[in-house]
């Protein structure tokens, strides 16, 4: 590619950013370069496009009276961020000066981009996410700082969030990297089976493959989801307030009291009571709280959930392989005290170093850790993100709400990736716990493109655009057709 010439600075120039009177027409966030006499070739990027003219009011008014017809003088200005050079120890540096007002703009050459960038084959430890937008430069994220220090997918409603993600856990496994996935909709099963081949994967160099050997999917809810295996708890480790959780009795005040009562009388008699032993004991009561206690206890023993043990932790984590825990189905109270177990029980065994270091992906996290939440989810969740990195333990959040999600979660990720968000308020939360997004990339979140990922973090010093590869997998996201064409 030849060196190619795009404008010219001009104005005040600062150390962070300055302004460019553009020659040729260009996009926002496309790299740059500046030859600095200290430095050399220095990268920078387009922040913001203006076009400014001397056309004001009176004239565009005569001018649309059809007074006058003079010819209307424009030019298309930018705004550039500096993103800087790699000094002779390979360190990242921005100019001390700086730049001459009248130096040259020029496009920038991809060896430079990615050589400040940073973007190099990882080998052992990359995960292959995409490539760098309208560039073909592989963005290949560290693991060792995915697991470490956490990673946060933020984007609205059918944003792209869960195809990443796939896209994240196919490279994991590539890695033998242990997973543990938090499904509420069900969709991660579809890991197992090899995409469909298309025209994309071969221009970013994807095989289609599927994972069956590395995948293993539970569920309190067989039934509903038959390729799962039972997910089940230790009812002598539940607490009759969780108990009624799990029975879907939400009126604490009214039969937490005689619950206990049923309970202790039961174990008295038999320390390895069944939920079958509570539904006999209930059976003779009077009254409607005890009528209501014994048919919500049958209904829990057909759930199955709680038996006289729960599904092993070994069974639960196996290293290399990724564990769904599928939700589908389940009352969203339910779900949050399973992943609450869950999630407690994998920390407190990594902790242990019972089970090797692990990745634990939550979809909809905002729902298991709402700001301000103060359920046991909540705080099991917010203590993993605040510790779990000491003990090899790596949270994932995924959530279309970043304003909903708790703020101590969010902004414990050291690796963000967001999608398109329009919210304002979780545009908001997301500038606010993100270092070093410029307002022109809190306005270019707004309008990515499906499949185009704003990476903070992960091993790079500077936010980049990166479109995302497609998957190797199949894709189980995909939205339920209301009306066929
Ligand atoms: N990188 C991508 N390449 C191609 N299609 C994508 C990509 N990301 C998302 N999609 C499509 O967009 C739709 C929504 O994506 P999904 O990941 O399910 O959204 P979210 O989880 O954010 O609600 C899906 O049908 C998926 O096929
Ligand atoms: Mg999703």
Known sequence: MAHEEVGMIFGDVGLGQFQISLSHPIERGDYLTVDDEANGRVLCQLDDLRRTSDLNLERADEIGRGEVSTPIHER??????????RDGQGLVKLPTIPFRPGAKVYRAEE???????????????????????NHNLKVELDINQLVQRHVSVLAKTGGGKSYLLGVLIEELLRHKVTCVIIDPHGEYGSLRL?????????????????????????????????????????????????????????????????????????????????????????????????????????YLE?????????????????????????????????????????????????????????????????????????????????????????????????????????????SQCNTQLILQVTNPLDLKAIAQSIEGLTAGMTEMIQSLPVGVALVTGGGYHTPLFCEVRPRATRHGGESVRIVDN
């Open 111 to 133: 060896p430079l981009i990615a050589e400040v960038l940073g973007l190099k084959h990882r080998g052992n430890t990359g995960a292959y996410l995409g490539l760098l937008r």
């Open 302 to 410: 057909q759930t199955k959930i709680l038996g006289a043990q729960g599904t092993s932790l070994n069974d639960l984590v196996e290293k290399g392989v990724a564990t769904l825990i599928n939700l589908r189905g389940v009352a969203p109270d339910v779900q949050e005290l399973v992943v609450a177990r869950i999630a407690s029980t994998l920390f407190d065994n990594r902790k242990k170093n019972k089970i090797p270091p692990l990745f634990l992906v939550i979809e909809e996290a905002h729902n298991y850790a709402p700001q301000q939440g103060t359920a046991t989810c909540s705080r099991v969740l917010k203590n993993i993100a605040s510790e779990g990195r000491k003990f090899g333990l790596g949270l994932c959040v995924v959530t279309q709400r970043a304003a909903r999600i708790d703020k101590t979660v969010l």
């Open 194 to 298: 090899a995409a469909e081949k298309n025209g994309v994967h071969a221009r970013f160099g994807v095989e289609s493959q599927g994972f069956a050997r590395q995948v293993q999917e539970f569920s309190p809810d067989v039934q509903l989801n038959p390729s799962a295996k039972p997910l089940t708890f230790s009812l002598r480790h539940v607490e009759p307030r969780d108990l009624l959780v799990f029975m879907g009795l939400t009126n604490v005040k009214s039969f937490l009291a005689p619950l206990k009562e049923l309970v202790e009388s039961v174990a008295a008699g038999n320390p390895e009571y069944s939920v079958k032993d509570l539904v006999r004991a209930a059976e003779h009561g009077e009254g409607t709280v005890a009528e209501t206690l014994h048919e919500r206890l049958e």
């Open 76 to 85: 298309l200005l930018g705004v550039a961020r500096i993103i800087g050079f």
